[in-house]
């Protein structure tokens, strides 16, 4: 497998070429498994400071279009690897393009986490039949965010303000200007938007990952609690390795070391991937195994079909 310094190299020797080089491990990534294969991946650990000036680095509804874009053509009985690169992103974007994406394959769907993939896309990736990941690979907590804090931890600081306030009333002037910050529909869209995400991934994981087991509905149950509970994640940054998923939650997770000649593919298609977004303009990447790619720049969103 060529390391992260000798994909460089070959990058820098061909003429910068990225394209090229990613789309030729793309190519062979394909033929080691004989599936349908897609990246998607984002720029947000690599262009942090363009998050401030409006580019969106997470799941949302543009990327249903892309994702569109790549799958046409391919042979959906073949079934689908997707890599998944993200910190996460919008909850109806994340649904919708779940559906489709088992409306086009089905379950035989595989998510491969080479490296990092936060909230909504662990959620994308529990909704297949199991999750690649290396001993360097993270998941994370599940739990919604609402304008970017989180929707258990705003429950949980209006119930604390109603007990003390409770037990001692002089109270209530330290909790006021805090609590002033929220609108008075606040409570009840956290509620909801908890309730959706866990209904959502609960489904996902019964129909998918834990299909036709006699206890799906408790380990589905399981699964969705432990990674959406604040209170025992701590914090909706929290990294979950792959023998965390494993072992403590009960994920259906391979491990990427178990394959050599696997996991020299993947981990080239990764490392292209990342030096794509490092070294160009590009700042999101969903493309499949043929070279179809529909990849967002800092300027413009550039439609590839080569």
Known sequence: MPNWKEVLEEVRAAGSTYDGIRRKYLKNLHQVTGRNVIVYYSGWLQKPQLASKG????????????FMFVIHGL????????????????TAATESIVDYLRAMFGT?????????????GTM???????IVMGKHSSLGPIDPQINGIPAHGIIE??????????????????WQPIIAKYHPTLIGECEKAITWSQEIVKEWLVSGMFS??????????????DLADHALTKSHARHISAKQAKEDLGIKVSYLEDN?????AVLSVHHACIQTL???PAVKIVENHDGIASIQSVSEVMTVNR
């Open 278 to 280: 490092t070294d160009t």
């Open 124 to 130: 994308t990736a529990l909704s297949c039949k199991e």
């Open 212 to 225: 036709g087991e006699t206890d799906a509905q408790n380990n589905a149950q399981k699964v969705v609690e």
């Open 55 to 66: 580019i969106d680095f997470g799941i949302n509804d543009a990327d249903k279009e892309s």
């Open 157 to 174: 600081e209006f119930t604390r303000a109603g007990v003390e306030i409770s037990a001692a009333p002089v109270k209530v002037h330290l």
């Open 108 to 120: 035989d769907i595989r998510a491969i986490v080479p490296q990092i993939a936060m909230s909504a």
């Open 260 to 264: 050599a000649k696997f996991q020299d």
């Open 75 to 90: 042979d959906r009985d073949k079934g689908l690897d997707i890599l998944l690169h993200t910190p996460g992103g919008d």
